[in-house]
T-cell receptor, first 114, second 112 residues
Framework: GAVVSQHPSRVICKSGTSVKIECRSLDFQATTMFWYRQFPKQSLMLMATSNEGSKATYEQGVEKDKFLINHASLTLSTLTVTSAHPEDSSFYIC??????????FGEGSWLTVV | QKEVEQNSGPLSVPEGAIASLNCTYSDRGSQSFFWYRQYSGKSPELIMFIYSNGDKEDGRFTAQLNKASQYVSLLIRDSQPSDSATYLCAVNKQGGSEKLVFGKGTKLTVNP
């Protein structure tokens, strides 16, 4: 079964609204989780590192005010896409490591902004 | 130079053949190297990781690492149609962290 769970798997939202995606580690605690984005036929691009109890670390070019990350507990990180636009439509995936060499991905969340 | 490079393919092999997937990386500080399989529209699944020079075998899969050449490969023996997917090579960013940098992936098709 999945060790990292994401919800929702698919979401459609209207342009200008916000949408929240949850990432949960199952049966293990994750002080750090990672959020990736994948556009069609492209590879995964790291967006940010979610740190439990502290601010997220964003990769260069990722707007921290647009992609809000909250890691309020050792098993849950959330990504909120604020004021979503059609160009934000993508596959968002989180990951967490049981160990540094055993890194699992959530099922992914398809976001469509209309 | 891109951090992780893969031949995007597509790579097509007949059922039962050996599929060979290659990856090069630029950061000599990378410590661990991963192969993930991604089916269309799905999240990546971990196949295996390797961190020592040489070969590592797991069932039909063998990962090979050559740090001097900054090269890592994945061999799939007795390829099956169900192996048809995109294979992603990833390396640890910043040495030993869980932050991964991915290649673009190689699309593999195994023909029955």
């Amino acid at each position: 079964g999945a060790v990292v769970s994401q919800h929702p798997s698919r979401v459609i939202c209207k342009s200008g609204t916000s949408v929240k995606i949850e990432c949960r580690s199952l049966d293990f605690q994750a002080t750090t989780m990672f959020w990736y984005r994948q556009f069609p036929k492209q590879s995964l691009m790291l967006m940010a590192t979610s740190n439990e109890g502290s601010k997220a670390t964003y990769e260069q070019g990722v707007e921290k005010d647009k992609f809000l990350i909250n890691h309020a507990s050792l098993t849950l990180s959330t990504l909120t896409v604020t004021s979503a636009h059609p160009e934000d439509s993508s596959f968002y995936i989180c990951s967490a490591g049981v160990s540094k060499n055993t890194i699992y991905f959530g099922e992914g969340s398809w976001l469509t902004v209309v | 130079q891109k951090e992780v490079e893969q031949n995007s393919g597509p790579l097509s092999v007949p059922e039962g053949a050996i599929a060979s997937l290659n990856c090069t990386y630029s950061d000599r500080g990378s410590q661990s190297f991963f192969w993930y399989r991604q089916y269309s529209g799905k999240s990546p699944e971990l196949i295996m990781f390797i961190y020592s020079n040489g070969d590592k075998e797991d069932g039909r899969f063998t990962a090979q690492l050559n740090k001097a050449s900054q090269y890592v490969s994945l061999l799939i023996r007795d390829s099956q149609p169900s192996d048809s997917a995109t294979y992603l090579c990833a390396v640890n960013k910043q040495g030993g962290s869980e932050k991964l940098v991915f290649g673009k992936g190689t699309k593999l098709t195994v023909n029955p």
